[in-house]
């Protein structure tokens, strides 16, 4: 059973930071693809990033892109998400996910991730 555990969320002003991390176990970081997500009031639930077993793949959706930034440290278990310039419209509860493999990440859909975490509110201010 995969087990995500997110922290870090909070209230910000905007053009501020955040660090968000999701911490796991050691067998998942070495086994799945980790993503975040986020979801607004009355939106669906939108990708924001992934990255891979090693690291060295990530795929951003582009409303973050030059902003956020994914991380995994493996002596950590933890994946952490990196939110630099925030604005009003990053307010959403973020969650943390995992997958197998990659090649589905740019889809973006929810539908292929098939763990997930309990969710930490973001709430950026004007």
């Known amino acids: 059973q995969v087990q995500l555990v997110e922290s870090g969320g909070g209230l910000v002003q905007a053009g501020g930071s955040l660090r968000l991390s999701c911490a796991a176990s050691?067998?998942?970081?070495?086994?799945?693809?980790m993503g975040w997500f986020r979801q607004a009031p009355g939106k669906e639930r939108e990708f924001v990033v992934a990255?891979?077993?090693?690291?060295?793949?990530?795929h951003y959706a582009d409303s973050v892109k030059g902003r956020f930034t994914i991380s995994r440290d493996s002596a950590k278990n933890t994946v952490y998400l990196q939110m630099n310039s925030l604005k009003p419209e990053d307010t959403a509860v973020y969650y943390c996910?995992?997958?197998?493999?990659?090649?589905?990440?740019?889809?973006?859909?929810?539908?292929?991730?098939?763990?997930w975490g309990q969710g930490t509110q973001v709430t950026v201010s004007s």
């Open positions: 996910a995992a997958t197998l493999g990659w090649s589905r990440v740019k889809a973006g859909r929810p539908t292929d991730f098939g763990s």
């Open positions: 990255i891979n077993l090693s690291g060295e793949l990530t």
């Open positions: 050691e067998r998942t970081l070495r086994t799945y693809t």
